[in-house]
């Protein structure tokens, strides 16, 4: 699994970050950082929700 | 109810509050109702979650720009005025539009103006707290989002009652009894159009710490807005940012007041209040529909639409799926989780809903431990609208108590 951001769409709503905090982290700018760009199988339930929940859908995952 | 009752276009069956029965029938019946119309040429009705997801989320077969997102039909010319609102626009457009405008509302931003915005909801509660009786939508609930957007822009403390005045004779365009002319709201708009112009180049001269300085000289592909971008914007933020948070503060407190067993809990434990939010948004989203144009002949759930054909999310109905909530006509606060669509989803999901949960959760708070035990003190009176879920007057009463500073 790998966890592609588009950063045009990206709004910094910082639903994933709650969702898998793990894995995302919106800094104090405003600024999406993927912490794990391709996180282990133990953390991919809570991407998933991650990129469902995306308001914007910025999100996307690669095989 | 027969299903041949059902006729979305009634506004009167609206000031009653939503038609749930209708939405429960068209969910699980026909779920992409054709709703036929005397004054245009009908539209399909979503009344199901996950349809409407999909619709939100495929802005190229489902557009807002081919005919706007009202249901009523345009002509070409008045097209060309409402495309210059983002709500009307498509990608890439929209897109680029909104690239320069959501600097102003992302959460780190909005999270600056949570204390001012505290302090404006304890101001207003001041101003009513000793007097034990009030009319809510213009004592309280119309208070504190003029004040914010406002603020948020850089409208002059001196200017706001002049734009909020200007926002709402633009808006009330079904309810008789704001029935304005088209020449009051030519009037309006050209107001309107004159005040953003006034600002923009004050602003244009002298940028300070404001979206008005944001937007005026920001640049969308290198080029800056034209006057009839930047005051189109400002109208729509003027408008959106009025309107809507307004209605869901009227609605939030009548809901309030009609679950007395839901207030108690709130007022117990105020760490509910952030859900009580978001149950609030659900169970009452302040906008009642958008439409969107289909661009090609598709299928939606199973059913077959034509190019041309209008598709109209009602998002009451989609807040109540039986499919994503369970018991979905109870008023649960500790609801979780509550993935609700009353922000919309996708390319045109709510520029302020980061800004609007502030204000809820701030004004609400505020209400809810300082005036516990508010009721009504006359009847709820709605606005006569399909599109918005307004009330128009709410007049309650409450225990007087002292003001906080």
Same mark, same amino acid.
């Given at each position: 699994?790998?966890?592609?951001?588009?950063?045009?769409?990206?709004?910094?709503?910082?639903?994933?970050?709650?969702?898998?905090?793990?894995?995302?982290?919106?800094?104090?700018?405003?600024?999406?950082?993927?912490?794990?760009?391709?996180?282990?199988?133990?953390?991919?339930?809570?991407?998933?929700?991650?990129?469902?929940?995306?308001?914007?859908?910025?999100?996307?995952?690669?095989? | 109810? /027969?299903?041949?009752?059902?006729? &979305?276009?009634?506004?009167?069956?609206?000031?009653?509050?939503?038609? !749930?029965?209708?939405?429960?029938?068209?969910?699980?019946?026909?779920?992409?109702?054709?709703? =036929?119309?005397?004054?245009?040429?009908?539209?399909?009705?979503?009344?199901?979650?996950?349809?409407?997801?999909?619709?939100?989320?495929?802005?190229?077969?489902?557009? =807002?720009?081919?005919?706007?997102?009202?249901?009523?039909?345009?002509?070409?010319? %008045?097209?060309?005025?409402?495309?210059?609102?983002?709500?009307?626009?498509?990608?890439?457009?929209?897109?680029?539009?909104?690239?320069?405008?959501?600097?102003?509302?992302?959460?780190?931003?909005?999270?600056?103006?949570?204390?001012? $915005?505290?302090?404006?909801?304890?101001?207003?509660?001041?101003?009513?707290?000793?007097?034990?009786?009030?009319?809510?939508?213009?004592?309280?609930?119309?208070?504190?989002?003029?004040?914010?957007?406002?603020?948020?822009?850089?409208?002059?403390?001196?200017?706001?009652? !002049?734009?909020?005045?200007? =926002?709402?004779?633009?808006?009330?365009?079904?309810?008789?009894?704001?029935?304005?002319?088209?020449?009051?709201?030519?009037?309006?708009?050209?107001?309107?159009?004159?005040?953003?112009?006034?600002?923009?180049?004050?602003?244009?001269?002298?940028?300070?710490?404001?979206?008005?300085?944001?937007?005026?000289?920001?640049?969308?592909?290198?080029?800056? &807005?034209?006057?009839?971008?930047?005051? =189109?914007?400002?109208?729509?933020?003027?408008?959106?940012?009025?309107?809507?948070?307004?209605?869901?503060?009227?609605?939030?407190?009548?809901?309030? $007041?009609? !679950?007395?067993?839901?207030?108690? /809990?709130?007022?117990?434990?105020?760490?509910?209040?952030?859900?009580?939010?978001?149950?609030?948004?659900?169970?009452?989203?302040?906008?009642?529909?958008?439409?969107?144009?289909?661009?090609?002949?598709? %299928?939606?759930?199973?059913?077959?639409?034509?190019?041309?054909?209008?598709?109209? $999310?009602?998002?009451?109905?989609?807040?109540?799926?039986?499919?994503?909530?369970?018991?979905?006509?109870?008023?649960?606060?500790?609801?979780?989780?509550?993935?609700? /669509?009353?922000?919309? +989803?996708?390319?045109?999901?709510?520029?302020?809903?980061? &800004?609007?949960? +502030?204000?809820?959760?701030?004004?609400?708070?505020?209400?809810?431990?300082?005036?516990?035990?508010?009721?009504?003190?006359?009847?709820?009176?709605?606005?006569?609208?399909?599109?918005?879920?307004?009330?128009?007057?709410?007049? /309650?009463?409450?225990?007087?108590?002292?003001?906080?500073?």
């Amino acid at each position: 699994m790998k966890i592609k951001v588009d950063y045009d769409l990206c709004e910094a709503n910082a639903i994933c970050m709650r969702e898998s905090p793990k894995v995302f982290e919106v800094d104090d700018d405003d600024n999406l950082q993927v912490l794990v760009e391709e996180p282990g199988e133990e953390l991919h339930a809570s991407v998933r929700e991650a990129v469902r929940l995306c308001p914007r859908q910025a999100l996307k995952l690669e095989d | 109810m /027969l299903p041949g009752d059902i006729n &979305l276009n009634d506004l009167f069956v609206f000031d009653d509050g939503i038609p !749930h029965d209708w939405f429960r029938w068209m969910r699980a019946n026909d779920p992409l109702r054709w709703q =036929s119309e005397t004054e245009g040429a009908g539209y399909w009705c979503v009344s199901r979650y996950d349809d409407a997801v999909a619709v939100s989320r495929d802005n190229v077969l489902f557009s =807002s720009s081919a005919g706007g997102t009202n249901i009523f039909e345009v002509g070409e010319e %008045q097209l060309v005025v409402l495309r210059a609102l983002m709500l009307n626009m498509d990608p890439p457009d929209h897109s680029k539009y909104r690239r320069l405008v959501n600097k102003g509302f992302t959460p780190a931003r909005v999270a600056n103006l949570r204390s001012g $915005i505290v302090d404006m909801s304890r101001e207003i509660v001041d101003r009513i707290a000793e007097r034990g009786e009030c009319e809510f939508v213009d004592d309280v609930a119309s208070q504190l989002p003029m004040m914010s957007i406002c603020d948020m822009l850089g409208v002059p403390v001196e200017d706001r009652r !002049h734009v909020y005045d200007l =926002s709402n004779t633009l808006i009330g365009f079904d309810d008789p009894e704001f029935q304005v002319s088209d020449e009051d709201r030519m009037n309006a708009s050209v107001g309107m159009f004159e005040y953003a112009q006034k600002l923009g180049d004050a602003r244009r001269a002298n940028p300070v710490d404001d979206l008005v300085s944001v937007l005026v000289n920001g640049e969308v592909d290198g080029e800056k &807005l034209n006057d009839l971008e930047f005051n =189109s914007f400002f109208l729509l933020i003027a408008l959106a940012g009025n309107e809507t948070t307004r209605t869901v503060t009227s609605q939030a407190m009548r809901l309030l $007041i009609e !679950h007395p067993d839901q207030r108690a /809990l709130l007022v117990d434990d105020p760490s509910l209040l952030t859900g009580a939010v978001e149950e609030i948004l659900r169970y009452n989203p302040a906008v009642i529909y958008f439409r969107r144009t289909a661009t090609a002949d598709t %299928q939606l759930g199973g059913q077959a639409i034509k190019k041309g054909e209008k598709v109209v $999310i009602w998002y009451p109905s989609i807040n109540r799926d039986e499919s994503m909530f369970d018991d979905p006509d109870t008023f649960d606060i500790r609801r979780s989780p509550n993935e609700h /669509l009353a922000f919309g +989803v996708g390319e045109h999901f709510c520029l302020g809903a980061n &800004l609007a949960r +502030v204000q809820l959760n701030a004004i609400l708070g505020e209400l809810v431990s300082r005036l516990p035990d508010m009721e009504f003190a006359g009847p709820v009176r709605r606005l006569h609208s399909n599109f918005i879920d307004g009330i128009k007057e709410m007049r /309650l009463s409450f225990t007087p108590q002292g003001k906080a500073t």
